[in-house]
């Protein structure tokens, strides 16, 4: 694993190396944010500042150069702490710098050595210039000790090399907790407690036998120590976002009621912030309306259900709220485990079949539209598989036509293609569908969730949705793990 140093130092070190000078004068304006600056060569044009904003970047002010290639950031209201960087007219980086509480300081640089820039008047950047020169010291040696352990086949030189890299890493770590307890008011202090993540500790043996789990609950329960979620500041540094994307990769189950904890947990500690809790809430949301796992919907319903049906549209636009509303009302019906919606739609005859008279182990509920592509190529496959396996199986194949217009297509079809006769054809009749509107009922789109062709339902012997979504290869297997009598 590279050293933390990395995430940190080699985001601002190697970008900055910020010269910092401290500040003399005691008749410093504190209200807003005023930072003068001279990028040479640049004349007579804008130059922005710009800051992480979760994994993007953003610009939060423009400054206009004068001949003199001077101008200044400045604004009536303070920028939020953190991690900006000066950007050319080109939209180019040309060197990152710390906001902190002091937002009335100066800048001299040049875009041609844009590595030294001289920071005057901010404390945060005079302390930063101090850390990063130890820091980036000991992160260069302990790199050049890495590359010689990669290349030593001598065990003593190794053991040797390995133990100097131990010390240089220890002192790394010093440096970092030197800075958090002797400054831990400093912007500085809270990004590198920020960035930072456990030390995974050895398997202990307990009762003579080793804990292999303790490591994993370790790092869980100690991953967000020092860190508070409703802090804006965390949006702007580029290493928050990626830890929060990890912690859930590697330290969250998949399984959505454990997600949902985690993400409540989260965004009720962050619920003051007023940048980050709007744009926390935004990340779930969008990652769990398309969800990479089936059955993870249900950690949108909640969202919608206990923020953004209980207030939080107001950081929506109509458009958004629209969305969202309707999405989280198309996905309420159809959770997995949940009692499939009755289903009783006309068929080729003109008869009306209900899906829970179906008698079946497994019901396969097919949304599809004769007129669609991926559906002509479907469709004869889960015709082909339902006559080498699940026909002897019990499974039933209950097909609805969503495009009610083309149904001389869909026996068209049916019969170019050879279907068995076995296959229940339905469709929702123009009577049936006014008469569902005159009534104020959802249809059977919204209570399915069909907004694409095909979409495919498996229901267990009680009409219990098992799985949504899926391909027929997904669905066949689930069937075969169903089936198989537990051990």
């Not at 640089?109 to 945060?124: E, R």
Request: net charge neutral.
């Amino acid at each position: 694993m590279k050293n933390l140093y990395l995430a940190f130092c080699i985001s601002l070190v190697t970008l900055v190396n910020v010269c910092a000078q401290t500040n003399k004068s005691n008749n410093i304006n504190t209200t807003g944010h005023n930072i003068h600056i001279q990028l040479k060569p640049y004349k007579n044009t804008t130059i922005y500042l710009g800051t992480y904003y979760g994994k993007g970047k953003t610009l939060a002010d423009s400054a206009y150069l004068n001949s003199n290639s001077e101008g200044a950031f400045k604004g009536t209201k303070p920028l939020t702490e953190g991690i900006y960087f000066v950007v050319s007219p080109q939209y180019t980086i040309q060197f990152e710098v710390l906001v902190g509480k002091q937002q009335h300081f100066s800048i001299v640089a040049d875009s041609a050595n844009k590595l030294q820039p001289v920071i005057t008047g901010s404390p945060d950047n005079t302390l930063f210039l101090q850390y990063s020169q130890e820091s980036y010291k000991l992160g260069s040696d302990i790199d050049a000790l890495q590359k010689q352990l990669a290349q030593q086949h001598n065990h003593t030189d190794s053991v040797k090399i390995e133990s100097e890299i131990k010390t240089a890493s220890q002192k790394l770590h010093q440096a970092r907790e030197n800075i958090i307890h002797q400054h831990p008011q400093s912007l500085l202090a809270f990004l590198l407690q920020a960035m930072q993540r456990p030390e995974i500790p050895a398997i202990p043996v307990v009762n003579g036998k080793p804990d292999s789990l303790y490591p994993f609950r370790y790092v869980k329960e100690h991953y967000w120590d020092d860190v508070l979620f409703n802090d804006d500041r965390l949006l702007h540094t580029p290493f928050f976002e990626p830890k929060l994307d990890d912690y859930f990769k590697y330290y969250v189950s998949p399984e959505p009621d454990s997600i949902i904890n985690e993400v409540n947990y989260i965004l009720l500690s962050a619920r003051t912030g007023k940048e980050i809790y709007p744009y926390l809430l935004t990340k779930f949301t969008n990652k769990y309306l398309n969800p990479e796992y089936m059955g993870q919907d249900k950690v949108f319903l909640f969202l919608y259900e206990n923020f953004y049906a209980k207030g939080d549209t107001v950081i929506l636009n109509a458009e958004s709220k629209k969305m969202i509303t309707d999405r989280a009302y198309s996905m309420m019906a159809n959770q997995i485990g949940a009692a499939a919606p009755e289903l009783n739609l006309t068929d080729t005859a003109g008869k009306n079949i209900s899906l829970y008279s179906l008698k079946a182990p497994f019901t396969v509920v097919v949304f599809w539209d004769p007129t669609c592509g991926h559906c002509k190529e479907e469709l004869p496959r889960i015709d082909s598989i339902y006559k080498a396996k699940w026909k002897a199986m019990g499974v039933k194949l209950y097909s609805v036509n969503v495009n009610e217009a083309r149904m001389d297509d869909l026996k068209q079809f049916v019969n170019d293609h050879h279907f068995s006769p076995d296959w229940i054809l339905t469709y929702q009749t123009k009577a049936a569908r006014q008469a569902e509107q005159i009534a104020n009922e959802p249809n059977y789109r919204q209570l399915y969730d069909v907004f694409k062709t095909p979409t495919l339902y498996l229901l267990d012997a009680d009409k219990h949705i098992i799985a949504k979504q899926l391909t027929i290869e997904q669905i066949d297997n689930l069937m075969q793990v169903k089936r198989t009598p537990k051990q």
